[in-house]
């Protein structure tokens, strides 16, 4: 199937830094991108989608301002949490769909983010 | 909303088969699938089925799919100590993947 590459794997940063997280399609042109945070023994929730050369759509509560989404081309697309705090550690997952609807969607390896 | 519902935990002996069920709420869903997640890492795509369709067998893996009572099972055959993992019942809206909460299986030697 198609592979998603997600960058980092873990990432540790101090408070008030930014961390930019990479959600790369290897093989396929990824017209959508959804990004997920898990928190511990939850379930995956969905922070925003993206369209290539879109603003993304964020979800009610995410902080726009805070988790920058980028999807400046068909095959990548970044998270950034700006100006981390210890209550953004978590596991962010990022997939990718190709147009058409039963299209399935491939998910990224994750990231796990920890803020000290 | 929709939603999707499963139970958090399920124990197995190595050997048994498991069985996994998942509720869910949008009738209109054309896909539901399983995803498989194991221990920091992320999902991956067990088997899907499609909506007019009542089974699908995939080797070690039967989904049974009742629409009309919106319910979804997995069956793993002679589960292995590497099934073990969190697997998330999944119904697509749209574009969006709505994922249930994740069923934390445990194989027992």
């Known amino acids: 199937g198609a592979v998603v590459s997600q960058h980092p794997s873990r990432v540790i940063c101090k408070s008030g830094t930014s961390v930019k997280i990479e959600c790369r399609s290897l093989d396929f042109q990824a017209t959508t991108m959804f990004w997920y945070r898990q928190f511990p023994k939850k379930s995956l929730m969905l922070m925003a989608t993206s369209n290539e050369g879109s603003k993304a759509t964020y979800e009610q509560g995410v902080e726009k301002d805070k988790f920058l989404i980028n999807h400046a081309s068909l095959t990548l697309s970044t998270l950034t949490v700006t100006s981390a705090h210890p209550e953004d550690s978590s596991f962010y997952i990022c997939?990718?769909?190709?147009?058409?609807?039963?299209?399935?969607?491939?998910f990224g390896q994750g990231t796990r983010l920890t803020v000290v | 909303g929709e939603d999707v519902e499963q139970s958090l935990f399920l124990s197995v002996r190595e050997g048994d088969s498991s069985v996994i069920n998942c509720t869910y709420t949008?009738?209109?869903?054309?896909?539901l699938y399983w995803y498989k997640q194991e221990p920091g890492a992320g999902l991956q795509l067990l088997t899907y089925i499609f909506s007019n369709m009542d089974m699908k067998q995939d080797q070690r893996l039967t989904v049974l799919l009742n629409k009309k009572d919106k319910h979804l099972s997995l069956r793993i055959a002679d589960t292995q100590t590497g099934d073990s993992a969190i697997y998330f019942c999944a119904e697509r809206d749209g574009q969006n993947f709505v994922f249930g909460p994740g069923t934390r299986l445990s194989v027992l030697p």
């Open positions: 949008d009738s209109s869903s054309t896909y």
């Open positions: 997939s990718a769909t190709t147009q058409g609807i039963g299209t399935e969607a491939f």
